[in-house]
């Protein structure tokens, strides 16, 4: 122990000086952090505004749609998350899985119980369970896939739609059911991502495909598109979709704020995912090209047998990233397009009669960074262990 | 087994190199830029023939296969692959390369399929053969070239050898009527190199047309029926092994067959 900080830490006087002033800082600042979160943190602010801070004004007994369009969402990324086989031959141990399962859900499962703690109601605890119920479901039902053999002959291309159907259905359900005005919070940022990151996909693979086209109208046109839409900021583009619609469409027509923000998330973050994919088809040797060619395959079949599977698994970090950042930006959003998203919640409930004048904006600012980093960090996690089982830089 | 995998083995029998061409070329040359890689190609590769190309590097040897199956273009002149002549049109290149196998000095693989979909891939998307047969033909192959236990294997998981085999299986899965080998043991260790050159040499016993980019000179004396060797771009001397190596008659074979043996 001793050794080991002097190596470590007291090694020169430099080192020694480093170590104590940063020592100093850093404990200063967990202290501060703690401190604040404990003992001057007014919590208050967030209990009595939860709802609010989530799911806006979103109509009480239309909750149910919200509780089962995430429920569908969790069973379906849970039913495909466990698609590939599990080599039963190294298995590990009961306490290392926990301990693989606490890392990687650890931190949902605190900010969960956070909440219906925050929530304090039976509500918040039923709609937990639910979508614990609709992973375990999902967790299943990919184990069936794999393991039982009539259901494993089923092509992927039946299979996937049927998983997402539900979610999909409900999530347009409940974006249909409940007028927007209603809609707010948290729930408006998370509906934001996932629908932008659904259609973006598909549109940046397209895009970076057009970009590599033999046709050079094809290639004129989405090298246009991208370096357009790369050299602009996004808060413009989103100030943009807010005013630049009514010059063509009569505002009685105009699709609403959440329309637009996803509109351009979508046509924003597929710019990027498109040079994104164009890299990673650039890292793939001519190599597998020719032996794709010499086979007899035809150029279609090489891009989506050979070149694009590789090509994807190659820049997988790169666009979870992309996505965490779509994910983030959606706060934006909310500035550029008055939308009520967690953040405008945030700021508004420090304005609240009860609450105003009283410097809550700490309290407020730090839930929700907490919220986002919550979500961020278990993508990042997770893109890490796909990475890790897709065998990047092994194979 | 043989007899399911060629269903035409049975050309075996009878004398080799008939008078049918499965490969014709006709004042073939390809540029590239300012590069003359080929200047007036004319040669042929009978049915059952083995035919070695050997030559300095930068001889056009490569460029010299890889126009038989349109990886290259070639600017002038005409290449004629089992009565099918390649043109611009698609259909005709794709028909060629559905005839010809080809195998790479760096193997190509594709490192995302196991083994026995590497080599299931082609029979089941061209010829749209059903998964299961495929895969029965893919592990026959494998038997053939000797790595049946590989199956399952990802390419990265195997030996510089033994992914070539696999390279070979794979090209063998399509049924091809000539197969192309573009120095199939330059990226290979030593000690790999003779299982690779064996499992050729089967094939050439079993009567596969072929022709054969390689360095390796024992293997081009024992296996060919005729020799080509190339320089600048031109075929400069064809015979048969013992014409071209014990008695060569141009002065630019005898320096290079000086330097390397």
């Not at chain 1, 940046?204 to 057009?210: K, N, R």
């Not at chain 2, 040359?29 to 590069?35: A, C, G, I």
């Not at chain 2, 126009?67 to 390649?86: A, F, P, Y």
């Amino acid at each position: 122990m001793i050794t080991w900080l002097r190596r470590n830490l007291f090694r020169t006087w430099w080192d020694s000086i480093m170590t104590v002033v940063f020592g100093y800082v850093g404990l200063w600042v967990i202290w501060t952090v703690i401190e604040f979160v404990f003992v001057t943190g007014r919590w208050e602010i967030i209990q009595v505004n939860l709802k609010l801070l989530l799911v806006g004004r979103f109509p009480d007994e239309l909750m149910w749609l919200v509780g089962a369009s995430l429920t569908a969402l969790a069973f379906w990324v849970a039913a495909v998350a466990g698609g590939s086989k599990i080599d039963i031959s190294n298995r590990q141990s009961l306490s290392q899985r926990l301990f693989d399962y606490i890392r990687r859900f650890g931190l949902i499962v605190a900010l969960a119980a956070l909440l219906i703690f925050l929530a304090a109601d039976v509500a918040a605890l039923l709609l937990a369970l639910q979508i614990l119920g609709g992973v375990v479901a999902g967790r299943l039902v990919g184990l069936a896939r794999r393991n039982v053999g009539v259901l494993g002959a089923i092509p992927s291309i039946i299979w996937h739609p049927m998983l997402a159907s539900p979610a999909v259905a409900l999530v347009l359900v409940t974006l249909m059911e409940s007028t927007l005005e209603e809609w707010g919070g948290f729930l408006i940022n998370f509906y934001m991502a996932i629908i932008s990151i659904v259609l973006c996909f598909p549109l940046g693979v397209l895009l970076a495909l057009g970009r590599r086209s033999s046709f050079p109208i094809i290639r004129l046109v989405t090298t246009t598109y991208i370096e357009l839409i790369r050299g602009a900021p996004l808060f413009v583009l989103l100030l943009l979709a807010g005013v630049a619609l009514e010059f063509f469409i009569p505002p009685s027509i105009a699709p609403d704020a959440i329309f637009r923000g996803v509109t351009v998330f979508t046509l924003f973050t597929a710019a990027y995912l498109a040079e994104i994919v164009r890299g990673g088809l650039q890292s793939i040797p001519k190599g597998q090209t020719e032996a794709g060619k010499a086979l007899g395959l035809n150029t279609t079949k090489i891009t989506y047998l050979i070149t694009m599977p590789q090509a994807l698994r190659n820049v997988i970090p790169a666009q979870i990233g992309q996505f965490i950042s779509l994910f983030k930006d959606t706060t934006l959003a909310g500035a550029a397009l008055n939308i009520l998203d967690v953040l405008n919640v945030g700021t508004a409930i420090t304005k609240q009669q009860d609450f105003l004048g009283q410097g809550l904006i700490y309290e407020a600012l730090a839930f929700v960074a907490l919220l986002f980093w919550v979500g961020s960090y278990v993508m990042s996690r997770e893109s890490q262990r796909l990475e890790k089982r897709l065998g990047v830089g092994v194979r | 087994m043989s007899s399911e995998v060629f269903k035409d083995a049975t050309r075996m029998s009878g004398g080799r190199a008939s008078d049918e061409a499965i490969v014709t070329m006709e004042g073939v040359y390809k540029r590239f830029k300012d590069f003359e890689a080929l200047k007036n190609i004319n040669f042929q590769v009978g049915k059952q023939e083995v035919v070695v190309v050997i030559g300095p590097s930068g001889s056009g040897k490569s460029t010299l296969i890889r126009c038989i199956n349109r990886l290259e273009e070639h600017d002038d002149g005409r290449i004629i692959v089992d009565g099918t002549e390649l043109t611009t049109d698609v259909r005709n290149i794709q028909e060629i390369r559905k005839e010809t196998g080809m195998v790479f000095q760096s193997f190509n693989l594709f490192p995302h399929l196991t083994v026995l979909a590497n080599i299931a891939l082609a029979p089941r998307q061209v010829r749209g053969m059903p998964k299961a047969e495929a895969e029965a033909l893919a592990r026959e192959l494998l038997e053939r070239v000797k790595i049946p236990e590989q199956a399952d294997k990802f390419p990265a998981q195997l030996s510089g050898g033994q992914q070539q085999r696999v390279a070979i299986a794979r090209s063998l899965a399509m049924k091809p009527k000539v197969m192309l080998f573009d120095e199939p043991t330059s990226a290979l260790d030593p000690e790999m190199i003779n299982e690779v050159l064996d499992a050729i040499k089967q094939l050439a016993q079993e009567g596969m047309t072929m022709v054969v980019v390689t360095h390796e000179m024992g293997f081009a004396k024992e296996v060919a029926d005729r020799v080509v060797f190339m320089a600048d771009g031109e075929i400069v001397e064809v015979g048969t092994p013992s014409e071209i190596f014990d008695n060569p008659k141009e002065e630019r074979t005898q320096k290079f067959l000086a330097q390397i043996l």
